[in-house]
């Protein structure tokens, strides 16, 4: 005995198969990218961050052997055998088949085995759903070349602007200076007033010519002079000047902001909404795929425009005709007072129908081509109508031919369109 | 329960008192060591020969890791692993199938798997059945010693992964998984049956493998270069020769050894699977008698514990529940029913034989005389041996088993319009029973018998294999996707035929031929 070894395995790796599970979703990535594609279709929007279930036929993802088929002669031995003797015949059923042979492969979970099902995360069906998208202009800003910094203090300076100046450093140096500069003077000062009482204490002499007066005058000359060097020592010189420094250290952008534009007006059905709906839910995902931190505007518009929480921006219903600039107006001040471009990576997406005042439509493409597009990552327009485009749909194109690297646009006409759509929008342009 | 297990040679009767090494049902590891140890000692006393045990405790997770490798503690990287791993992980998940609860490897130590959920029974249950039963198959049984090295397998298979990686590292992972796709589809066709094979060696094969990769090539380039003599018809000279001039049963070694495009590291890949083949040739030939016999000894090893004293009534409770479960056999008739229960068969062979041994009857005696009344260990030990699942059974199914299991044939001939019975578990009926069911468990009657056949070697190079049928059992439907696979690899026309004697009665190729070709 004593041959036995006991070892405790638990807490080694227990994903030994992750690479070969990887390899079995590679191998079927058109299947699965597919029941993903249909899944979104299917789910309700708050229902989208969940694993998915996906089924492939069974017959594409059998590895083949040779095997008997059905036909000639077969003979199997059963068990349980309750009333047959030998020689019984009993007649087969209609159609054929049932042959019992020894090929048929019982379904081990009484599940069918036409379908071959399996589980998903939610990570992976993301990946899918986003699988070889890349926003334009991704700008997980690079950090060579990123314009975003944090400032960090790294001492003092000699040299800076004035408001980084720091009042008791630099005073302190010019006390400094100014000791270190006079103090031989004030040294020499304090020996020749000190020769200056010794004589004029002293008792007067009688001989004229050892008379004390010039030597006391030739002593205050000296003082004097000395005095008024001491005097052009200045209180605060240039070089006493020191600055708070500080360094720019580049800062990663991971963090987004995106807005949500959709036109409420009435002639916005249901319909359009949850339209524009998935298609928000989409952009979001794969923002939050690719940042660490995003913000979401929501900015709401009729004829007057209104920042508002999800909840309002995708339920409450408004009545009245639409000027789509106030949307956009509104959308430029909010970047202004709370997201400025240095920081944030700006997305936006808009949906609407394509109703727009027309005398606004020029207003709406000068906004958005000057305004706002020089600012943000990239800006997505769908419109969401199975009509002819109006006037807002060409003020678009024009902008687009302009910036076709920041801006898109597209229009969808029912809900099945919206994956087709988005994955255009976003596809990689071409390196 | 009723059964007396006793050796009348045994050293002593134990005093009856009990005293057993644990009461509740959770495991420590202390307790996995105690048991071990007493289960070791009565296997002891039943002679059975071990290699040393490597027991290893593992959760679920990793149980479901093992699974899906097929067993292989180190495996290569594929596909096919991650689908088996989605489905068990499916299926454990939902709960419809309780994950097998031993995993145990053909190897010098035998590694033998418990998972951390199982009660102390039931971890008893595994080392009887894996570390005792199973283990002691592996170094016994002449199959595993003829064809496996368990001494060699952990390195052949860490060998084997490394090289997969390092191929996929250098031709891309698509490049090698089509070449062991191909390779698996032609898996059970990468076996010798006849052959005594030279064993499995990492060391070796490392060191080989430079000296093959030259040999290779020039062998290769002999045999294509064979020019036919001047003077002589072609066609004559076709017609006479075969090559090869006897049919290959081994696919994969003689696509390894004469496919004319692949690069060296393809027929490494090829060799790979072929070596992997072999080492579970055995275990497809011996399903019925290895799991029949760690059954077997399961049952008889706890009840010897009890005897001794050494575990509770509620112990052998649990672990008798497991154990009918595992070897209930659901009737022909049953929405349960999946085919013969290997694990039911082979418990009752060899606990018959057990009985023929100890209490023969004048039937016994008529069917055999020369086992009957002899020394039960032993003659279990020399059926363990020498046989495998088709020899077994049709030496040792005796008609009590086949009346226990109410045995009985059907014949299905697509020539008429019914069902036949052939025979039933009675007088008359035994011998034949006993046969077709033996015949079953023959693998070159349950796979279909395809061999190499021709090499066009001076024409278009075209493969040609050859299907012998049975009783008219044509090929099943994926012979046409096998024959791609056959295709990638040998790279030239590929065609199957399926031929009596004489006459063909199917034919596959690849490429397909126009239905009006030919």
Not at chain 1, 83 to 111: L, M, N, R, Y
Not at chain 1, 206 to 233: G, P, T, V, W, Y
Not at chain 1, 403 to 431: C, H, N, T, W
Request: with cysteine; net charge negative.
């Amino acid at each position: 005995m004593g041959m036995t070894h006991i070892v405790d395995r638990r807490l080694n790796g227990k994903n030994k198969s992750a690479v070969n599970r990887e390899r079995f979703l590679r191998r079927y990535r058109q299947h699965i990218k597919k029941a993903v594609a249909d899944a979104v279709q299917r789910r309700s929007i708050t229902d989208i961050e969940r694993g998915e279930s996906v089924s492939i036929p069974s017959r594409d993802i059998e590895e083949p052997v040779f095997h008997h088929g059905q036909g000639g002669k077969q003979e199997m031995v059963h068990p349980g055998n309750e009333e047959f003797v030998t020689g019984d015949e009993i007649a087969k059923p209609p159609g054929g088949g049932g042959g019992g042979s020894g090929s048929g492969q019982a379904s081990p979970d009484g599940e069918g085995m036409d379908e071959f099902a399996f589980q998903i995360t939610q990570e992976e069906f993301l990946d899918f759903l986003f699988d070889d998208l890349e926003l334009p202009n991704l700008a997980r800003k690079k950090l060579k070349d990123t314009e975003a910094f944090t400032y960090s203090r790294a001492g003092f300076t000699s040299q800076g602007v004035p408001a980084k100046l720091d009042v008791v450093r630099s005073l302190r140096g010019a006390h400094a200076r100014r000791l270190g500069l006079g103090g031989s003077r004030r040294k020499k000062i304090r020996e020749l007033e000190e020769q200056l009482a010794a004589l004029k204490s002293a008792p007067e002499d009688l001989d004229a010519a050892f008379s004390h007066a010039d030597q006391i005058e030739a002593l205050e000359a000296e003082i004097a002079s000395l005095k008024s060097n001491m005097r052009r020592i200045p209180f605060i010189d240039e070089i006493d000047l020191r600055y708070r420094q500080h360094i720019k250290k580049p800062k990663p952008a991971t963090s987004a902001v995106m807005f949500c534009l959709m036109d409420v007006s009435g002639s916005m059905t249901q319909t359009h909404k949850d339209i524009a709906k998935r298609f928000f839910i989409l952009l979001y995902l794969f923002l939050r795929k690719n940042y660490k931190k995003i913000d979401v505007v929501f900015i709401r518009h009729h004829t007057s425009a209104k920042e508002v929480d999800e909840e309002e921006f995708f339920y409450s219903r408004e009545t009245g005709g639409t000027i789509v600039s106030s949307a956009l107006k509104l959308m430029n001040k909010i970047i202004e007072s709370r997201y400025s471009p240095d920081e944030w990576n700006i997305y936006a997406a808009q949906a609407s129908d394509g109703d727009n005042w027309n005398d606004d439509s020029p207003v709406c493409g000068k906004i958005l081509a000057e305004r706002i597009l020089p600012l943000v990552q990239y800006y997505a327009y769908v419109e969401i109508t199975p009509q002819d485009h109006q006037m807002l749909w060409y003020e678009y194109e024009k902008v687009m031919e302009h910036a076709p690297q920041s801006f898109a646009m597209q229009q969808i006409a029912d809900p099945g369109e919206i994956y087709p759509v988005f994955r255009q929008l976003f596809e990689r342009k071409a390196a | 329960m009723t059964d007396t297990i006793d050796r009348p040679n045994l050293p002593d009767t134990e005093p009856a008192k009990r005293i057993p090494i644990s009461t509740g049902s959770e495991w420590t590891f202390e307790l996995i060591g105690k048991y071990d140890e007493e289960i070791a000692r009565c296997a002891a006393e039943f002679g059975l020969d071990t290699y040393p045990n490597q027991v290893e405790v593992i959760s679920a997770e990793q149980m479901m890791d093992a699974y899906s490798s097929v067993g292989m503690p180190v495996g290569y990287h594929h596909w096919s692993f991650g689908k088996q791993f989605l489905n068990t992980s499916k299926g454990y998940q939902r709960g419809q199938m309780g994950l097998a609860y031993e995993i145990v490897i053909n190897s010098d130590p035998c590694i033998a798997y418990l998972m951390e959920e199982n009660t102390l029974p039931m971890q008893a249950l595994v080392i009887a059945h894996a570390c005792y039963g199973h283990n002691s198959f592996f170094k016994g049984n002449y199959l595993f010693r003829t064809w496996t090295d368990a001494s060699a397998i952990i390195d052949y298979l860490v060998f084997a992964r490394n090289y997969v990686a390092e191929c996929e590292e250098r031709h891309g992972v698509d490049a090698v998984e089509e070449i062991l796709d191909s390779c698996h589809a032609l898996m059970n066709y990468g076996v010798d049956r006849y052959k005594r094979p030279a064993p499995i060696s990492a060391a070796e094969e490392r060191r080989r493998q430079k000296d093959r990769e030259e040999y290779l090539q020039k062998q290769l380039n002999d045999l294509w270069r064979t020019i036919p003599r001047m003077g002589e018809d072609e066609e004559t000279v076709r017609r006479k020769q075969r090559y090869p001039a006897e049919p290959q049963e081994n696919i994969l070694y003689f696509i390894e050894k004469n496919a004319p495009l692949l690069e060296t590291w393809q027929r490494e890949l090829i060799r790979i699977v072929r070596k992997l083949g072999q080492y579970f040739y055995p275990q497809r030939q011996t399903q019925v008698m290895n799991e029949g016999w760690a059954s077997f000894w399961h049952y008889t090893l706890l009840n010897r514990m009890y005897e001794k004293g050494l575990v509770t009534d509620g112990f052998m409770l649990e672990f008798l529940q497991s154990h009918t479960a595992v070897i209930y056999q659901p009737p022909f008739n049953s929405p349960w029913y999946s085919g013969i229960n290997p694990y039911t068969l082979g418990f009752s062979i060899f606990s018959d034989l057990r009985r023929i041994c100890e209490n023969p009857t004048d039937e016994d005696r008529e069917w055999f005389p020369e086992i009957a009344g002899s020394d039960w260990v032993e003659t279990l030990h020399f059926a363990m041996r020498n046989f495998k699942d088709e020899s077994f059974i049709q030496q040792f199914l005796s008609p009590k088993v086949m009346r226990d299991m109410k045995f009985f044939s059907i014949e299905n001939d697509d020539q008429e319009d019914v069902y036949r019975v052939t025979a039933i578990h009675d007088d008359p009926g035994y011998r034949p029973l006993r046969e077709k069911l033996a015949r079953q468990y023959n693998l070159s009657y349950r796979e279909p018998n395809i061999q190499v056949w021709n090499v066009d070697v001076r024409g278009d190079r075209s493969l040609t294999l050859r299907h012998i049928p049975v009783d008219r059992v044509p090929l099943g439907k994926s012979a046409d996707e096998v024959l791609r696979h056959v295709h990638r690899l040998w790279g030239f026309d590929v065609h199957l035929e399926s031929a009596d004697d004489s006459a063909v009665m199917a034919a596959y190729h690849c490429p397909p031929r126009d239905p009006e070709g030919e």
